[in-house]
């Protein structure tokens, strides 16, 4: 639903080739509709992304339909799949190069080469030489201000800017709206996350003032009324002056724009910054506090949260500047006792969130976690790559089952969110009525029965 990436990415190389965006995801095509365009176009190169592992068959299925048409089509993958997986996905014959990390430089670098216009790229590729998969190091975009802004004017945004979740905790405060990612880069390292291996642990930001003369621009043009970052840590840019000078640049400009934040640390909230956000605008925020047990937060986790007991407070803080507070919360990672679970889910319930999100722990690819389930033989399956669904579990325990897990995912996120005195304040944040808010309920729980 974001074509920034795409559009980022075709501007790094509208001088050297022509470009068409086709977005098969947004236009839900099919096959053969795909199949037509690429006919249509007849390109030299097609470059193809997916961000997920849970769509991995999708990269496969493209490369397939592109060779089909002609095999001297030169197709280029990347995204987070081709980054963590990249072996698996070059055991794909009709896949000539894939992209490991940010791919900016690497695919202006490629395109040159192709066109014979510069030398081989010397980083941020995996290519075949003499029937071998060879693998150069990854690649990441160290002065992200050097970086041009997406090229709006490839495709009409304003579909885009008006569709997106309309109910849920996650929809945009108000259409049209703008998905942004100012900052890339993560330094935590938990044990679940695959950030640091694709985006590195340096928290690298953009110019705060060239983001809000994009903003402006956003605004001026499409008539843009609100902005939700996507970023993993925008507070622990430039130690947190980064996220303070944006903020008070969007209060100087009077951009007049509602955000909201998929992923703030809650321990780096202090009254400035929260007062900040308010100022510029912010309405709601994601936090990420995985767990209420400590021993599971500091030797499994490894997240820097020093002091659980100071939550509660920071939320408080949060919710009396008018601003809801969504927490997440993971259960059933590999070692997890059931009364720690349980604590977890007791936690949730008392620090005074808006709203609480339960997932199950799921073993990624080149994760920590990974590494820490196969090592102590708590995987649920042997797969070659496990399965990603946040919502079944794919660990097994001597205490507990992967049924169990997703079971209680589900019934305990009913209970507590949906609660008589939290309904018509989750109810407000979702931007539905009590009995629209029922029928997801209930589609939750089968979807769960269903999926077990």
């Given at each position: 639903?974001?074509?920034?990436?795409?559009?980022?990415?075709?501007?790094?190389?509208?001088?050297?080739?022509?470009?068409?965006?086709?977005?098969?995801?947004?236009?839900?095509?099919?096959?053969?509709?795909?199949?037509?365009?690429?006919?249509?176009?007849?390109?030299?190169?097609?470059?193809?992304?997916?961000?997920?592992?849970?769509?991995?068959?999708?990269?496969?299925?493209?490369?397939?339909?592109?060779?089909?048409?002609?095999?001297?089509?030169?197709?280029?993958?990347?995204?987070?799949?081709?980054?963590?997986?990249?072996?698996?996905?070059?055991?794909?014959?009709?896949?000539?190069?894939?992209?490991?990390?940010?791919?900016?430089?690497?695919?202006?670098?490629?395109?040159?080469?192709?066109?014979?216009?510069?030398?081989?790229?010397?980083?941020?590729?995996?290519?075949?030489?003499?029937?071998?998969?060879?693998?150069?190091g990854r690649v990441l975009v160290e002065n992200l201000q050097e970086l041009p802004w997406p090229d709006y004017s490839i495709i009409d945004m304003n579909p885009y800017f008006n569709r997106g979740a309309r109910f849920g905790p996650n929809c945009p405060p108000e259409f049209p709206y703008i998905k942004m990612v100012v900052t890339r880069g993560c330094p935590f390292g938990c044990t679940f996350c695959q950030v640091d291996l694709i985006s590195g642990k340096k928290v690298r930001s953009r110019n705060p003032e060239d983001i809000v003369s994009e903003m402006l621009y956003l605004k001026e043009?499409?008539?843009?009324?609100?902005?939700?970052?996507?970023?993993?840590?925008?507070?622990?840019?430039?130690?947190?002056?980064f996220a303070k000078r944006l903020f008070?640049?969007?209060?100087?400009?009077?951009?007049?724009?509602?955000?909201?934040?998929?992923?703030?640390?809650?321990?780096?909230?202090?009254?400035?910054?929260?007062?900040?956000?308010?100022?510029?605008?912010?309405?709601?925020?994601?936090?990420?506090?995985?767990?209420?047990?400590?021993?599971?937060?500091?030797?499994?986790?490894?997240?820097?949260?020093?002091?659980?007991?100071?939550?509660?407070?920071?939320?408080?803080?949060?919710?009396?500047?008018?601003i809801y507070c969504i927490v997440n919360f993971i259960i059933g990672f590999p070692g997890e006792r059931w009364d720690e679970i349980r604590q977890t889910i007791d936690f949730a319930e008392k620090c005074g969130a808006d709203y609480v999100k339960f997932f199950v722990a799921v073993p990624l690819y080149g994760t920590k976690l990974h590494k820490i389930a196969q090592e102590t033989g708590t995987l649920a399956n042997n797969d070659e790559f496990p399965v990603t669904d946040w919502r079944y579990s794919q660990i097994k325990s001597d205490e507990w089952n992967e049924k169990d897990i997703s079971i209680l995912r589900a019934y305990e996120w009913d209970r507590i969110n949906f609660s008589p005195d939290k309904i018509n304040r989750v109810a407000e944040i979702w931007g539905v009525s009590i009995d629209e808010l029922s029928k997801v309920r209930r589609r939750t729980r089968e979807n769960m029965q269903n999926g077990l």
């Open positions: 639903m974001n074509p920034a990436t795409l559009l980022l990415l075709a501007a790094m190389v509208k001088d050297l080739v022509e470009v068409e965006i086709i977005d098969a995801q947004f236009h839900d095509m099919s096959r053969e509709e795909f199949r037509k365009r690429i006919h249509n176009v007849k390109p030299d190169y097609v470059g193809i992304s997916v961000m997920t592992s849970e769509y991995q068959d999708i990269i496969d299925i493209a490369a397939r339909i592109i060779k089909e048409l002609d095999r001297n089509i030169v197709t280029v993958v990347g995204g987070v799949h081709v980054t963590t997986k990249y072996e698996y996905v070059m055991r794909n014959n009709d896949i000539d190069f894939g992209v490991i990390g940010e791919g900016e430089y690497v695919l202006r670098n490629l395109v040159m080469y192709l066109n014979d216009q510069g030398p081989f790229p010397t980083a941020g590729l995996v290519y075949r030489k003499d029937g071998r998969v060879t693998a150069l043009k499409y008539g843009i009324r609100s902005i939700v970052f996507e970023d993993d840590n925008m507070l622990m840019a430039e130690n947190r002056e008070s640049l969007m209060i100087e400009k009077h951009l007049n724009l509602k955000w909201t934040a998929i992923a703030f640390a809650i321990f780096l909230l202090d009254d400035e910054i929260l007062d900040l956000m308010k100022d510029s605008g912010c309405i709601g925020i994601n936090v990420a506090i995985e767990s209420g047990n400590e021993r599971v937060l500091k030797q499994i986790v490894k997240k820097p949260i020093k002091s659980l007991k100071k939550v509660p407070d920071i939320i408080q803080k949060i919710k009396d500047r008018g």
